[in-house]
């Protein structure tokens, strides 16, 4: 349960977020003035997406109280692989073979970092957990 709240929860909202940033500004170039000002602070759809990184964000440094930040950060990459496949299927950009290649490379070093040893970070976890409580 934990993991999901703290690690793979901030993904898919970070996730989330960032298609619907994209989804606002679509390849219009934007640049500073007034009117890009207005669009970013009057944009249902940008204003969600910063919202959704703003929820990620804070899920994200509640795990960093409960998990080693070793065994966290590695599973950022997954954000890298669903934009990735998210950006071919949703938003209909070309996706060569390499970069498919690359994310299988990922998802490996994931398996292998998930099978680390958590007991330490559980062990943490509950020392922070005793420290707190009267």
Do not use: H
Request: hydrophobic share 50%.
């Amino acid at each position: 349960m934990r993991i999901f709240l703290y690690i793979i929860m901030p993904i898919i909202t970070t996730v989330c977020g960032e298609f619907l940033l994209k989804i606002a500004v679509g390849s219009t170039p934007l640049s500073f003035g007034w009117d890009t000002l207005v669009l970013l602070y009057t944009s249902p759809l940008i204003l969600a997406g910063v919202a959704l990184i703003l929820l990620s964000a804070t899920l994200w440094v509640m795990g960093m109280s409960r998990f080693q930040l070793s065994f966290m950060y590695p599973f950022l990459s997954i954000n890298y692989v669903i934009i990735v496949v998210g950006s071919e299927w949703l938003l209909g950009e070309d996706v060569r073979l390499n970069r498919y290649i690359a994310m299988g490379l990922i998802i490996v070093g994931l398996v292998i970092i998930s099978k680390s040893n958590n007991r330490q970070i559980q062990e943490t976890a509950k020392e922070i957990s005793n420290d707190t409580t009267p």
